[in-house]
Structures are given as structure tokens and as C-alpha cells.
């Protein structure tokens, strides 16, 4: 039996066992392979006609009505409350609305504030981590007098200081797949004094977080990755509970007040993770989310992660035997403990010639895969990405993607 049988037999006996395999007819998909869901999630299957019930019913006929009827005014916590369990957290803790971008501003602002009078005047984010993020925190680190110090996560514990006020660290690397250790950074944080905040956009929906468990102190996320909320979807804001009578917005918009209707000229905040509130909740896409997230209802996210790796694993086993030595290599950790839900593979730069008019290699690359039904994405200027969604990717998919990649690579070198 020749190696691609092998692997294909290989893969049918993992499909036939895999106990989410019936999650793929939740979700809208083609005959092509989907490995980009750690940029944007495929369409649960249900939420067009949840999002034609809110647009045509509640916003067409109730109007105004919805607010009250439809739930509307509760979207932000209700849903939170939903996100809750895929993180570790307990309800009440998990607030939604804003962007990923917005999110982390109020959640570095929060953290220092927190500390304000101990004399820390240093904000520590991760060098690695993904451009907004960094952008976020130099105008943080302005807004609140502090010194803003990139660091690598793995130079976090040797940089923390009495200085410290807060770091920020992605659970996830988006260029590579690495998965950092929360645990041990949080720890390393807060034995130094400081408030830790976790950029959770690579990791939630994919891997058990434990936001409760291991003291995470605020923690932000998207909704439109693993947890297949649609583009654009509102991201969400975790305020420990033991913090948050003390977590001090820098956005404190009306619809975080004590009494929002009030319409008192004095800002009183809400109780509880309520203050992280700002504007009037973005309806439309809020309600889709909150429809994109019932397909949970009925799995865990530890069968999730232990597929994950399942399939990551194979992955990496099919690419070293279909793809010509030499033409890539992983950046992705092989140890489980280090690794999230997507593998990163770095092209060799002996496929130089596969620049077309100054095209990045990547680029080129995936452009093909794409044209041959697999769809994953790049990062300039070499970087492949893939993605592993278990609740709608199977073992044949990772088979079929390893080997249209291993043709395409044999093509390219001609």
C-alpha cells in the first residue's frame, strides 16, 4: 500500500471515530477544504434565519418594543454569560459589545488604574504579539503617564519589577500557533504586584482557558475565529468578579451608568461587569453571535482541544510525508502544551524563484492551494497558516490539505 493510501485509510479511521463529527452539519460549507476558521469561522447553519427573525420580526414589527420583549437591552451580558464557559469563567464576569481594538484599550487603562498610587509606572506587552495590540498599549501607556516596555513572553518573569503596573500578553501567537503559558505568567505577574490582561483571540473556542482558575485578572477576546460569530462580531470584555468594583473604565459611556436613563450629568458606573459597557450594543451582529454560539451547547471544550491536537498532529505527520523535504518547515511547537489550534509553516527560501513580480512567497503559495479548493491564509513574507476548527474539520480534510500543499510545492520547484 503506497504512503498516500496508508494516510487516507488512516484518516477515514479517525473521521470514524471522532466523537464531534456530527458537529459538521451545523455549519454552512462547501466541498473545498476550510482551514481559516483562526481568521474568520464558517456560518453556523442557524444563524441566517435567527438573524432574519431580529431584522424582520423584532426590528420590522416590535421596533422599539425589542429592547424590552426581545431582550435587546441584555444582549451584552447574556451573551457574555454564554462565552463564559468556553473560558473558564464563571457568569457575570464577561461582558459583550466594541471591537477586540476597543476592548483592550479599556482593559490596559483598567489595569493601571487598579494599581494607581503604588508608584508602577511600566506596562509590559508582548513584542510578538499582533499590531493592534501594541499600537493599543503605546497610547495606553501615554494616556496613564507609564513607560510602555515590549518584551517577549518568555522574558516576561525576568522584566517584571516594582515597577510592573500591568502586562499584556496573547494566549495564542497569531503569526506561529504558539501557546503561551497563562498559568505560569499570571502567577509570575501577580507575585510581582501587577494586574495581568490576556488578549484570548487565538485560544477561545479552541483550547480550555481557565480564565477562574488560574486569576487571570481581565482578559479580551474576538467572537469571530473559533467561535464563529461572522465578521465583524462584537468582541467581549472579562472583568474578574473581586475586581470589579474597582475596574475604572476609560470609556464610561452611558450604557454603563447606574441608571442609563437617568440621564444624570455626574457618571455613576454599574455594578459588577456591567461599567465595562460603553454605547447602545450593536443589535445585529450581537444577535447572530448569540445564535453562531448554540452549536456549544452540547460539546465540551476539553473533547474540542483533545481533537485539536488529534488533528495537528496529523496534519504535520501528512505534510512530512507529502511535501519534498526542504520546502517548509513548522514554526509551530510539536509539544501539545505549547501549541493552539493552527500550524504556521515558514517557506523555504530556496522557493524564491516562486515570487511572481515581487509577489511574497506565501502569498503565491496559498493563492494556489486556494484555486485547488484549500482554503488557508499567509502572513507576509513566507508564513503559510492553517487553521483547525474541530467542530467542522475532519481527518480527510487534513489529509487532502497535506497533499494538494505537497503537489503544489512539487509544482513550484518544476
Known sequence: MSEVSELKVRAGELDAAD???????????DEGVYLDGNSLGALPAAVPGRVDDVVRRQWGALRIRSWDESGWWTA??????????????????????????????????????????????????????????????GSAARMTGCTLRPVTPAQVPGALSA??????????????GRLHDLPSLTAAVHAAGAVAVWDLCHSAGALPVGL????????????????????????????????????????????????????QSAYEPAAGALRGRVGTPDIL?????????????????????????TLTDFFLECVSAYVPQGRVESLTPLAHRERGSQVALRCSPTLEFARAGGAPIAGDVMKRLIGRGVVGD?????????????????????????????????????
Open 19 to 29: 466523537e464531534l463529527a456530527g458537529m459538521r452539519k451545523q455549519f454552512v460549507l
Open 76 to 137: 451584552p451580558e447574556r451573551i457574555g454569560d454564554r462565552i463564559a464557559p468556553l473560558v473558564g469563567a464563571a457568569a457575570g464576569q464577561i461582558v459583550v459589545g466594541d471591537s477586540t481594538s476597543v476592548n483592550v484599550f479599556k482593559a490596559l487603562v483598567g489595569a493601571v488604574r487598579l494599581v494607581s498610587g503604588t508608584g508602577r509606572d511600566e506596562i509590559l506587552v508582548d513584542a510578538t504579539t499582533f499590531p493592534t495590540d501594541g499600537y493599543i498599549a
Open 163 to 176: 515597577r510592573t503596573a500591568a502586562v499584556l500578553l496573547n494566549h495564542v501567537d497569531y503569526r506561529t
Open 212 to 263: 477562574d482558575e488560574h486569576g487571570v485578572d481581565l482578559a479580551v477576546g474576538c467572537t469571530y475565529k473559533y467561535l464563529n460569530g461572522g465578521p465583524g462580531s462584537p468582541a467581549y470584555l472579562y472583568v474578574r468578579r473581586d475586581l470589579q468594583d474597582r475596574f475604572d473604565s476609560p470609556l464610561p459611556g452611558w450604557n454603563s451608568h447606574a441608571e442609563p436613563f437617568g440621564m
Open 285 to 309: 451582529s450581537m444577535l447572530a453571535l448569540e445564535a453562531a454560539l448554540e452549536v456549544w451547547d452540547e460539546v465540551s471544550i476539553e473533547a474540542v482541544r483533545a481533537k485539536s491536537l
Open 378 to 414: 499567509f502572513r507576509h513574507p513566507d508564513v503559510l497558516r492553517f487553521g483547525f476548527t474541530p467542530l467542522y474539520v475532519g481527518f480527510g480534510d487534513v489529509e487532502r490539505a497535506a497533499r494538494v500543499l505537497g503537489e503544489t510545492l512539487g509544482d513550484l520547484a518544476g
